[in-house]
């Protein structure tokens, strides 16, 4: 391999890097913000069987573009924007 090749190389390897640090980042602020609506709505002392099963169901809903999914967004949009005007909203 050249060594204009492996220059290009390492680059693309780092710019690697760089994006899955902040992937990483992302999906942590996601879990964090999760974790706190579920803290909020009390959600751990629900049966964690039927928890996971709806969150479940809601993830297939989001991806089948079910037409609940709009209200959904204005739900989760709203409970951001009162929470905190300066936090950034974490879209998927």
């Known amino acids: 391999m050249s060594l ?3 220059k290009k190389l390492q680059s693309i ?3 690697m890097k760089v ?3 902040e992937q990483l980042k992302t999906e942590q602020a996601l879990g ?3 974790i706190k609506v579920l803290k909020d709505k009390n959600a ?3 049966d964690m069987n039927t928890l996971i099963g709806g969150i ?3 993830i297939d ?5 079910d037409k609940d999914c709009e209200t959904w967004q ?3 949009q709203a409970t951001f924007t009162k929470k905190s005007k300066s936090r950034p909203v974490v879209k998927i």
């Open 4 to 6: 204009l090749h492996q």
């Open 13 to 15: 390897q780092d710019k």
């Open 19 to 21: 994006l899955q640090g």
């Open 32 to 34: 964090n913000s999760l």
């Open 44 to 46: 751990f002392s629900l």
């Open 56 to 58: 479940i169901s809601v």
């Open 61 to 65: 809903k989001i991806k089948a573009k």
């Open 74 to 76: 204005k739900i989760g």
